[in-house]
């Protein structure tokens, strides 16, 4: 049973780019969730996907957005990189009826 | 709105003694109760979760954690510490009705163990 898998693991952007992370869920998942982890604080929900839609959503700006495949990966949006976009970002798969959630090791990016 | 206090910034345990994590909780309906730990530049990793039945839950590493629905609390412990328990905890709830499986966070316990 392979875990969930993050990439890239560091990323470092300029203020105002473009940046697309990455997370592979885990065998047997068919849910996906990214969280956002400021330095010092508790994860954040951004957004979640289900069946390739997204289902549910935290209070970050249109300009974070998201795909899920068939697969069941996803990928996770960010345009116009503001300096408090600097964060660990965290991707969790998770069961049907959401019992257990696995979390992969992040992303931490640094806007500059 | 759910939410989850970690009263708690830091917490300081001599190895060898037991040790508790606070954690109360706010949410509409019944809960769903995790904890996880963070180790430094790494991700989260599962420890424990209540979903229904018996309020005594038993999760990895000794760690075991207490449902009071009464007092809205889920507190972590351990009877004996380790050096290597050392760590960041997070406690997490979400709602149990289906749809909502948006998970909030605490803002964290840095559990330090003292050899």
């Known amino acids: 049973e392979t875990g969930v898998t993050q990439s890239p693991t560091h990323l470092i952007k300029t203020r105002g780019q473009q940046v697309t992370l990455r997370c592979s869920s885990q065998s047997g998942h068919n849910t996906v969730s990214w969280y956002q982890q400021a330095l010092g604080q508790g994860p954040q929900f951004i957004f979640q996907y289900y069946r390739e839609e997204e289902n549910g959503r935290g209070n970050f700006p249109p300009r974070f957005s998201g795909l899920q495949f068939p697969n069941y990966s996803s990928e996770l949006n960010v345009n116009a990189l503001e300096l408090d976009d600097s964060a660990l970002y965290l991707c969790?798969?998770?069961?049907?009826?959401?019992?257990?959630?696995?979390f992969g090791s992040g992303t931490r990016l640094t806007v500059v | 709105a759910q939410s989850v206090a970690q009263p708690e910034d830091q917490v300081n345990v001599a190895e060898g003694n037991p040790l508790t994590v606070k954690c109360t909780y706010s949410v509409s309906g019944n809960p769903y109760l995790f904890w996880y730990v963070q180790y430094p530049n790494r991700g989260l990793q599962f420890l424990l979760k209540y979903i229904t039945g018996d309020n005594l839950v038993k999760g990895s590493y000794g760690f075991e954690a207490e449902f009071n629905k009464s007092q809205t609390s889920f507190h972590l412990k351990k009877p004996s510490a380790l050096v290597s328990d050392s760590a960041l905890y997070f406690c997490?709830?979400?709602?149990?009705?289906?749809?909502?499986?948006?998970?909030?966070f605490g803002t964290g316990t840095r559990l330090t163990i003292i050899p």
């Open positions: 997490a709830v979400r709602a149990a009705n289906f749809g909502n499986e948006k998970l909030t």
């Open positions: 969790a798969s998770s069961s049907p009826r959401g019992y257990g959630y696995t």
